[in-house]
């Protein structure tokens, strides 16, 4: 457990030695609550909930935390200091569970710091809380296995742009399986509907829609847990190999 929290500080102070950290925050800030306030009309719906801002969630997700994720690995593997890092008293696991709990921490951060949200919804009107604390809670369990996919690219490659791509690229076609456009395609293609259903449970939307509306199920939570668990354990492989 130590080793794992030495590594848990050195990579969380990492991400705030440089201005990129700082960077990060800003931009998933004015992203996140830019659209929502100004280009999707968040004020003009007369709805104290923020269904809108889970529903683009993802899809700001889907960019932002490849970008946060991206230097995890593939900057010790550029610079050489990984081996270094595998070298010292600690287990590759505990290196790679380390670097994910504070590239997580970091991405936490950031969530929390939507907490304007909330407050807009509370001025409106009377919003019902239970659905947006579970919401914040789904969120951020997503946001744990955004960042495991993250982390296992970036230990694919020492070129943090590779790493971006592949990561978009795979949370890409975790978060379209689940979309309604994607769906509807498939049933007009005549596919049948528990077939649709079926590659619609691969879907990060599909699992957390239901966290955002006050349903926490078990099988959401497992959904996440396994690819999180999933991905740092290959993680791990393609480490040690």
């Given at each position: 457990m130590q080793a794992i929290l030495s590594v848990f500080k050195r990579e969380l102070c990492a991400y705030f030695r440089t201005p990129v950290g700082y960077v990060f925050l800003a931009v998933f800030l004015l992203t996140i609550m830019g659209i929502c306030w100004f280009a999707m009309g968040f004020f003009e719906q007369g709805d104290a909930s923020l269904t809108l801002f889970f529903n683009l969630l993802p899809w700001v997700y889907l960019f932002l935390i490849p970008a946060s994720g991206m230097?995890?690995?593939?900057?010790?593997k550029r610079s050489g200091t990984w081996e270094l890092l595998l070298t010292l008293p600690i287990t590759t696991t505990q290196a790679v569970v380390g670097k994910f709990l504070a590239g997580w921490a970091f991405v936490?951060?950031?969530?929390a710091l939507t907490f304007l949200m909330p407050i807009s919804v509370a001025i409106l009107g009377e919003p019902?809380?239970?659905?947006?604390i579970?919401?914040?809670?789904?969120a951020f369990i997503m946001a744990g296995s955004y960042l495991a996919i993250c982390s296992?690219?970036?230990s694919l490659t020492k070129n943090q742009v590779i790493s971006f791509v592949l990561s978009v690229g795979i949370c890409f076609v975790l978060v379209f399986l689940g979309w309604n456009v994607f769906s509807d395609f498939m049933l007009g293609l005549g596919l049948p509907v528990n077939v649709v259903d079926a590659v619609s449970n691969f879907s990060f939307v599909t699992h957390f829609e239901p966290m955002y509306k006050g349903v926490i199920a078990v099988r959401d939570l497992l959904f996440f847990a396994s690819v999180t668990i999933s991905a740092l354990l290959l993680n791990v492989v393609v480490l040690e190999r």
């Amino acid at each position: 457990m130590q080793a794992i929290l030495s590594v848990f500080k050195r990579e969380l102070c990492a991400y705030f030695r440089t201005p990129v950290g700082y960077v990060f925050l800003a931009v998933f800030l004015l992203t996140i609550m830019g659209i929502c306030w100004f280009a999707m009309g968040f004020f003009e719906q007369g709805d104290a909930s923020l269904t809108l801002f889970f529903n683009l969630l993802p899809w700001v997700y889907l960019f932002l935390i490849p970008a946060s994720g991206m230097r995890l690995w593939s900057e010790e593997k550029r610079s050489g200091t990984w081996e270094l890092l595998l070298t010292l008293p600690i287990t590759t696991t505990q290196a790679v569970v380390g670097k994910f709990l504070a590239g997580w921490a970091f991405v936490g951060l950031g969530l929390a710091l939507t907490f304007l949200m909330p407050i807009s919804v509370a001025i409106l009107g009377e919003p019902d809380w239970g659905p947006i604390i579970t919401g914040y809670l789904g969120a951020f369990i997503m946001a744990g296995s955004y960042l495991a996919i993250c982390s296992l690219t970036s230990s694919l490659t020492k070129n943090q742009v590779i790493s971006f791509v592949l990561s978009v690229g795979i949370c890409f076609v975790l978060v379209f399986l689940g979309w309604n456009v994607f769906s509807d395609f498939m049933l007009g293609l005549g596919l049948p509907v528990n077939v649709v259903d079926a590659v619609s449970n691969f879907s990060f939307v599909t699992h957390f829609e239901p966290m955002y509306k006050g349903v926490i199920a078990v099988r959401d939570l497992l959904f996440f847990a396994s690819v999180t668990i999933s991905a740092l354990l290959l993680n791990v492989v393609v480490l040690e190999r």
